[in-house]
Nanobody, 119 residues
């Protein structure tokens, strides 16, 4: 069974930085894409950033220039470095992975990690 476990969330002041991590575990043959989504209170879940197996990165306009996504293939881990954080970045951040296991190709989600930006 595949699991995605996020870490690195917390409370920071505006202008601060956080680095989120997400490790995939289980029987995984290939990871095609990993990414991050977020959901603020009362809002729908929205895309933040993604990175493919060919290192192609994509960012939401709202975070471009402030956020960097990267990955460590050996550790099956994706990172989200967030700088110049704003109050609008406050949300639960979810890791997503589109990958192949021994029985299927599927989208998997983590449980989420809370990010709060407040003075």
């Amino acid at each position: 069974q595949v699991q995605l476990v996020e870490s690195g969330g917390g409370l920071v002041q505006p202008g601060g930085s956080l680095r989120l991590s997400c490790e995939a575990s289980g029987i995984i043959f290939s990871i095609y894409r990993m990414g991050w989504y977020r959901q603020a209170p009362g809002k729908q879940r929205e895309f933040v950033a993604s990175i493919t197996d060919t290192e192609t990165t994509t960012y939401a306009d709202s975070v471009k220039g402030r956020v960097t996504i990267s990955k460590d293939n050996a550790k099956k881990t994706v990172y989200l470095q967030m700088n110049s954080l704003k109050a609008d970045d406050t949300a639960v951040y979810y890791c997503n992975a589109f990958l192949q296991t021994d029985i299927r190709i599927y989208d998997y989600w983590g449980q989420g990690t809370q990010v709060g930006v407040s003075s």
